[in-house]
Nanobody, 129 residues
């Protein structure tokens, strides 16, 4: 069974850091661009960051630039999201996702949830003020 499993969420004070992981199982995602999204209560799922399959190209939402870093270890079939200088407004469930096509983004938008076909179950991040 193909699945993505996020971990590393938790409760942290504002200004703190968390490191999220997304481990893939069932098949290799090393040739797929990957993304991170988040969803706060009552809000739509929003784009956080994305990375090409080799890791050479990254995309970030404006509100996380300079604070969050996406990375991947294809040998471990794992994608990471390092989150620094966390703010209360970063509180959300964070999801990782695999693009619906391998290698390149092609005509798919890295920031659109509809570009991704496999999703993890999410991990809760709560930032207290």
């Amino acid at each position: 069974q193909v699945q993505l499993v996020e971990s590393g969420g938790g409760l942290v004070q504002a200004g703190g850091s968390l490191s999220l992981s997304c481990a893939a199982s069932g098949r290799s995602f090393s040739s797929y661009p990957m993304g991170w999204f988040r969803q706060a209560p009552g809000k739509e799922r929003e784009f956080v960051a994305a990375m090409s399959w080799k890791g050479g190209t990254t995309y970030y939402a404006d509100f996380v630039k300079g604070r969050f870093t996406i990375s991947r270890d294809n040998a471990k079939n794992t994608v990471y999201l390092q989150m620094n200088i966390l703010k209360p407004e970063d509180t959300a469930i964070y999801f990782c996702a695999a693009l619906s096509r391998a290698l390149t983004f092609g005509g798919l938008s890295p920031s659109s949830p509809s570009s991704y076909s496999i999703w993890g179950q999410g991990t809760q991040v709560t930032v207290s003020s």
